[in-house]
């Protein structure tokens, strides 16, 4: 069965640098989730979009950004990278329509900012 | 705030015997609660979810107690398995997102 599909896996970037993660929820899904989580800490829910428009903010910082698109694919954008962001950032897909509630993780895309 | 607490120290149990971990939640009116297990380095993995309205849900080896009383929901794992060592997470609606726990670390020793 297909599952969600994150690029990519690491990612290293300088601080001040832009980054994009992409993300590509199981087909026929309608909501896309991402989340940061830190080393040792819980996922933090950053943001989320339904049938493509932006449905759910948390604790997203201003420099990040996040859209989906008309295939249902999703990307992350962070800009003026700092060292803090370092973290494994995983999206999610679910099929909300459906009344399914739970969420499918991707592998997610470890960050390291130097 | 809402907030989600599990025990932040490791569980250590031995194979075959029943592993209980606790999640207590404040400020949440949850419809339904979920569990979710995830290994180092992975995504979280669906594992059960039980409804305000029920009070119990079993999945194989795995059962969850839902109390929305008492704001908490205990999840066990019977017969453990060195295979079920992992850190396991509570997780609450909020809005359409899904809140998480900490986690539990549980390892489980032959």
């Known amino acids: 069965a297909a599952g969600v599909i994150q690029s990519p896996r690491h990612l290293i970037k300088e601080k001040r640098e832009t980054a994009t993660l992409k993300c590509y929820p199981i087909p026929r899904h309608d909501t896309v989730y991402w989340y940061q989580q830190g080393p040792g800490q819980d996922p933090q829910f950053l943001i989320s979009?339904?049938?493509?428009?932006?449905?759910d903010k948390g604790s997203i910082p201003d420099r990040f950004s996040a859209q989906q698109f008309s295939d249902y694919h999703s990307e992350l954008n962070m800009s003026s990278l700092e060292l803090g962001d370092s973290a494994l950032y995983f999206c999610?897909?679910?099929?909300?329509?459906?009344?399914?509630?739970?969420?499918?993780f991707g592998s997610g895309t470890q960050l390291s900012v130097l | 705030s809402q907030k989600i607490e599990q025990n932040s120290e490791a569980l250590n149990i031995q194979e075959g015997k029943t592993a209980t971990l606790t999640c207590n939640y404040t400020n949440y009116s949850p419809a339904y609660l979920q569990w979710y297990r995830q290994d180092p380095g992975r995504g979280p993995v669906f594992l059960l979810l039980i409804r305000e309205n029920e009070k119990e849900k079993r999945k194989e080896r795995l059962k969850v107690t839902f109390d929305t009383t008492l704001k908490q929901s205990l999840f066990h794992i019977t017969a453990s398995q060195p295979a079920d060592s992992a850190t396991y997470l509570c997780?609450?609606?909020?809005?359409?997102?899904?809140?998480f726990g900490k986690g539990t670390s549980l390892l489980v020793t032959p």
């Open positions: 999610a897909s679910s099929l909300r329509q459906g009344w399914d509630e739970k969420l499918f």
């Open positions: 997780a609450l609606e909020s809005g359409y997102a899904l809140n």
């Open positions: 979009f339904y049938e493509k428009m932006q449905s």
